[in-house]
């Protein structure tokens, strides 16, 4: 099973950005879908998280200006990305809990990491 994010750039402050982030492979189900961003030398840290059946969980500095949604047949979640303030800078990670076919039994996943710039 892989992830693979798309999407990062550079934009200025109170532009927009949507990332996406695709599974494929050895898949049956996808249970959760979890965006995650990263400054060097800090934690990673949740951004919005939703579940199979699409309930949606936003970290405090990002409610009302990102959206997560989900394409349940193309095993894909996206983060769109609105008013962007530079301290949203960090490297962005999808992260998901997948059902794998051969094994029907619950794994983890990441995805590559794909940058967010946005200059003042």
């Known amino acids: 099973v892989q992830l693979q994010a798309f999407g990062g750039g550079l934009v200025q402050a109170g532009g927009s950005l949507r990332l996406s982030c695709a599974a494929s492979?050895?898949?049956?189900?996808?249970?959760?879908m979890v965006w995650y961003r990263q400054i060097p030398g800090k934690q990673r840290d949740m951004v919005a998280r939703?579940?199979?059946?699409?309930?949606?969980t936003y970290a405090d500095s990002v409610k009302g200006r990102f959206t997560i949604s989900r394409d349940n047949p193309r095993n894909t979640v996206y983060l769109q990305m609105n008013s962007l303030k530079p301290e949203d800078t960090a490297v962005y990670y999808c992260?998901?809990?997948?059902?794998?076919?051969?094994?029907?039994?619950?794994?983890?996943?990441w995805g590559q990491g794909t940058q967010v710039t946005v200059s003042s």
């Open positions: 992260y998901a809990k997948v059902i794998r076919s051969t094994t029907l039994r619950e794994y983890q996943f």
């Open positions: 492979g050895d898949i049956f189900s996808v249970n959760d």
């Open positions: 939703i579940t199979s059946g699409s309930s949606t």
